[in-house]
Every structure is written in C-alpha cells, then in structure tokens.
C-alpha cells in the first residue's frame, strides 16, 4: 500500500505531480515556493519506506539510528591456555591441591613445594648428642673460665656452677627442642614448659644461652660472636623489678614526680640563663681591648664610634631583663579596692535587710535606691580613706572627695570648669573682661578652682536676674 492509496481513503486531496497534468486536482494546503525550489528529503536510515513515507510534510524531531546495546563477539584466534588441578606440599605432613596454568604434561604429576615456602624461614638453632653434650659443658676451656671470672664475682660463678649442674642433658634438650618449634618465642615457650623442677624465664633464657656459648666455644672459639651470648641475668631481673615498681605507683606519686620533673626543668633553665647572662658579661668586659690604647675613646667623636661599635656587634648585645618591677602603688591600690568591695559587700546586706522588711518595690525605684547606695558606698569609702587626715593636709595634698563618679583617665582641673549657653557663655565672658579676670585660671588648683565655680555661679544668677529685670521693666512701660 502507497501513500495515494491512503490519501485516497482518508479523502484527501494531492499535489499534482506534474506542471501540465489536469486529471489530479490541486492540494488544499500549499506551501510556500515551488517544488522544482523545493531541496530533495533524506531518507532516514532505520524505518522502512511505507512507514516513512505516511509522516507526510512533518519531519521527524530526532533523527533515528541503528543501535547496538549488546558488545560485539570477541575475535580471538588464540586457544585458551590450559589450567591443570595440582598437588602441592604445604609441609612435610600435609598435602594439597590447587590450579596452576599449563597443561598436565607440563606441570607433572609430583607434588611440588608451596611457592610460599620460602617465606617459611626457621632459625638455625644447634642440635647435639649426650656426649657432645657432656664434653662441651663439663670440659670447658681455661678462657671461659677467665672469662667468667673477669666479668663475674666469686659469687655469680658459684651459682653458675650450681645451675649448670643442676641442669640434665634431657631436660636441655627438651628446652632446645622448644626454642626449635616456636622459633624462640620465649614467652610462649616458658607458657608450653613442663618440667619437675620450677623454672622462670630468666633462668630458660640463661641456660639457653650458656649451653650456646659453649657449643660454639668448642667448635670455634676465635669466633668475635661469642660475646653476644652472655645473658645478663641480674639485670634482667633489676630491670623488671624497678618496672613492677613503676607500674605499681600511685596517682599522688605519679603527680608528686611529674611536679619534680617541672621543678628540675626551671632549675635548668635558670642555670642555663645564669651562663648565658655570664658569657655575655664577659663578653662585654673583653671590649675594648686592653691591648689598644684608649686615648681613641677620650674624645667625644671616639666615645660615639664605640658606642655604634657596641650596638652593631650583636654577638656583644645584652639581652634586657623583660621584668616589669611590682608597682607599690599599684599594689597599695589593689588593697584599697578589697577594702571598697568589702565595704560594699556589707553595704549590700543591709539594704536587704531593708528590703525585706520594707513592702515591694518597682524595678525603677529598686535601681534608684541601688544608685544612691553605690553612691554613699563611695563617698563612706572615700572619707574612709582619708579619715587619716586633717582639713589642713587635705588642702596641702589636694585631696578632694567627689559626691559623683568621675570618668576614667587623667584630666585637668580647668577642663571641669562650668560651661552656660552660647548666649549665656558670652555674657559671662563679658563680664570676666571687665573685672579683668581670664575665662580659665591661671593657676587652677582646688582652691583657685572652687572660687572660679562660685564666681561664676553668682555671675550667671546676675545675668538671669538681669534679664528678669529687664522684662519686668518691660512690662510695666507697656502697661503706663
């Protein structure tokens, strides 16, 4: 079926085909240009012609194209190599199997060693014979005994007797047998030992290494090795005793040695200080130098060119001592200021109980009162202080207790004098002028300063009964 087939079914008009044939009629829908103007559609890979050719005018919005999800077939010529189930000997008694690559030709059918096994490496600890065993040990050469009686006491080499003695050939060899099988793991060979007598390890270690020591002595004895097996036995046992006693301390002695160790430490800085400070004092007397004449350094040309010589030498410089000295005045404030906070502190009970007895209260009312006791609490702390002193100190010292809180910092007296209005302030100065007296003192001490505030009250409540009078006069002419 074609596309005029089913334009023809669905009654729908077609283009005509060709410029000169009258037997189609024309479209309804025309688009614009030609279709000679018109550019050839594609064809779309991927759709079959009947079903691309019903879309008609409309294009498809994507473009559709063959697609493969699956991976394409390998193409690979070799053959796969072979892979043979093998045995293999993990030890002497036991045997495995596992895959090896090659075919069975190749790999063969005996068991092979494990490729591990050469991570499998013992210790080459000796082996000997009761008779071997009997002559190294009872037949021991002259040097060891000197030896031993160079590095040992009397004593040492009698207990050294005694335990060799007391030591078997069967039980020795059961104790190298062990070292053997666990591979000198000597905590788990002390933890696998069973024997008659009691042992401790100490005593495993030092058998151990004496029976070594002379194995190898009757082999070689001009070996430079033999030294390394002396096993300090006392030390050992010092040694886990003082970590007992370590390990067994309290916490008031663990803090009581850590305090120690703190003060040692600023013992030591201190002395080091002290040599620094010593060196660079003698350093600083070696110049200048008492083999050159100081008639250079009488001058004042040569004074100052040694002291640039002194400060551009810093190997010569002095470091300064960084310790401010304690202030007595400052200390003297610090108590002064316990004073006032005990004061206030008793203060501060007896306005509750005040409180407690006096009905409730605002909170506005509550920070007023609180205000007006901060302030007596100053003032009562104020002629506490100076209650030491008479009215003619005070006014020699300049000793003045304020009613009001100050602001912090220093201040001069003549910043504190009384300012007025633009107005006011100009008429003031008026009349400071005229009496011949200057805006600021000259010399504002608390005196000086207390008139300057009275003189200055009176002027100001002149010039407002001034203006009073004025207005008043005023008013009356108005009136007549």
Same mark, same amino acid.
């Given at each position: 079926m074609s596309s005029s087939d089913i334009f023809d079914v669905l009654n729908i008009q077609q283009k005509s085909k060709s410029p000169g044939s009258t037997n189609s009629p024309t479209p309804v829908a025309s688009s614009s240009g030609t279709a000679s103007n018109r550019a050839p559609k594609t064809q779309v890979t991927g759709m079959q012609r009947e079903l691309y050719s019903l879309l008609g005018e409309n294009q498809p919005p994507l473009v559709v194209q063959p697609s493969n999800k699956f991976k394409e077939k390998l193409a690979s010529i070799s053959k796969p190599s072979p892979w043979t189930y093998a045995p293999f000997k993990a030890n002497l008694s036991v045997k495995l199997h596992h895959w090896v690559k090659g075919s069975k030709e190749l790999v063969g059918e005996e068991p092979q060693e494990s #490729? =591990?096994? +050469?991570?499998?490496? =013992?210790?080459?600890? #000796?082996?000997?014979?009761?008779?071997?065993?009997?002559?190294?040990?009872?037949?021991? #050469?002259?040097?060891?005994? +000197?030896?031993?009686?160079?590095?040992?006491?009397e004593k040492n080499a009698n207990t050294d007797s005694k335990t060799d003695q007391d030591w078997t050939f069967e039980e020795a060899d059961y104790l190298?047998?062990?070292?053997?099988?666990?591979?000198?793991?000597?905590?788990?060979?002390?933890?696998?030992?069973?024997?008659e007598k009691r042992r401790t390890l100490e005593d495993l270690k030092e058998t151990f290494y004496k029976v070594c020591k002379r194995y190898f002595t009757a082999k070689s004895p001009d070996d430079a090795l033999l030294s390394s097996l002396d096993y300090p036995k006392q030390k050992e046992l010092e040694r886990k005793k003082y970590l007992q006693r370590l390990l067994s301390r309290s916490a008031a002695e663990i803090a009581e040695e850590e305090a120690l160790i703190i003060e040692s430490r600023k013992f030591e800085m201190a002395a080091k200080k002290t040599l620094n400070e010593r060196e660079s004092l003698l350093r600083l007397l070696d110049s200048p130098n008492s083999d050159q004449s100081v008639s250079q350094y009488l001058s004042s040309q040569g004074i100052s060119q040694l002291y640039g010589s002194l400060l551009s030498d810093k190997s010569k410089k002095r470091k300064h001592n960084t310790n401010v000295p304690e202030n007595p005045w400052m200390k003297q404030q610090q108590q002064f200021a316990q004073q006032r906070q005990q004061l206030q502190q008793l203060q501060d009970r007896k306005h509750d109980g005040q409180d407690l007895a006096s009905p409730r209260k605002t909170k506005k009312q509550?920070?007023?009162?609180?205000?007006?006791?901060?302030?007596?609490a100053e003032s009562v702390y104020a002629e506490h202080l100076l209650k030491n002193f008479n009215q003619e100190e005070r006014?020699?010292?300049?000793?003045?207790? =304020?009613?009001?809180?100050l602001a912090p910092g220093v201040f001069l007296r003549s910043t504190k004098v009384s300012t007025f209005k633009p107005a006011l302030q100009n008429k003031v100065a008026t009349i400071l002028q005229e009496l011949d007296l200057p805006t600021r003192p000259a010399m504002p001490t608390s005196e000086v300063m207390k008139e300057h505030e009275e003189l200055l009250k009176g002027i100001a409540t002149l010039v407002d009964l001034k203006k009073h009078l004025d207005k008043l006069e005023a008013e009356k002419s108005i009136v007549k």
């Open positions: #490729p =591990h096994s +050469k991570y499998n490496v =013992h210790l080459t600890i #000796p082996s000997f014979s009761r008779e071997e065993y009997e002559s190294f040990m009872n037949n021991a #050469p002259e040097e060891q005994e +000197k030896e031993n009686s160079a590095q040992n006491d190298f047998r062990l070292c053997r099988k666990y591979d000198m793991r000597w905590f788990v060979i002390y933890d696998r030992y069973s024997s509550k920070q007023e009162i609180q205000t007006a006791i901060k302030r007596k006014a020699a010292l300049g000793v003045v207790t =304020h009613g009001e809180k």
